[in-house]
């Protein structure tokens, strides 16, 4: 099942110097936790003079897509899928 949310959401990442790269490790959202365990992808996507960063994370049951708005600095839950097709 494929719900949209749209809703802000607290969100713990890690910035990798080597790689630089950042990765969404743990999602708060309608007060539970979920820890991320893979991306599936990322890309940005233009905003005027802003860009907002969309990740595709994982917590190996439930997948989400999250915004990351370079305005605002506030992270949006966008969309959750549970993987069953109903």
Do not use: C
Request: glycine share 6%.
């Amino acid at each position: 099942m494929r719900e949209m949310v749209h809703e802000r959401v607290s969100v713990i990442s890690v910035f990798s110097r080597e790689k630089g790269t950042v990765m969404p490790v743990k999602l708060r959202w309608q007060a539970k936790e979920y820890r991320m365990i893979k991306l599936g992808y990322y890309h940005r996507v233009p905003n005027g003079r802003f860009v907002n960063h969309i990740f595709h994370v994982t917590d190996g049951t439930t997948d989400f897509r999250l915004r990351f708005e370079s305005e605002t600095l506030h992270w949006i839950l966008e969309e959750v899928t549970d993987g069953n097709a109903s």
